[in-house]
């Protein structure tokens, strides 16, 4: 959980300083979170269908990309979802609405211990 806080706050904090090349500070947080997560996680699973290939298990490793992909996609979908639905329920900005939900999901994580 930890580790998500800080990773959060280098993101929030880093969208102050790019804030003039997306044009707001609420634009630049998410352009830089949900680029970055979808990069990484990208780049972890061209790592594994590579892995993969290279030991001759490419049937399965190209099983477990297909399905972090799908995983991935509905994640960026659930959250912007969420997003939107709060920016209609309360009438706040969309970008500090995905800031707050992002904020949350650092309190909300899974039960098992990454600290």
Known sequence: MFKRFTLWFITFGLSFLLAGLFGSQGKAFFAIYLGTSTIFVLSVLAAISTAGAASGLSFITDKLATMGVVELIKGIAVILLAT????????????????????????????????
């Open 84 to 115: 939107w639905g709060a920016t209609k329920l309360f009438g706040i900005d969309f970008f500090v609405s995905y800031q707050i939900m992002t904020f949350g999901q650092c309190l909300c994580g899974s039960s098992n211990k990454d600290d």
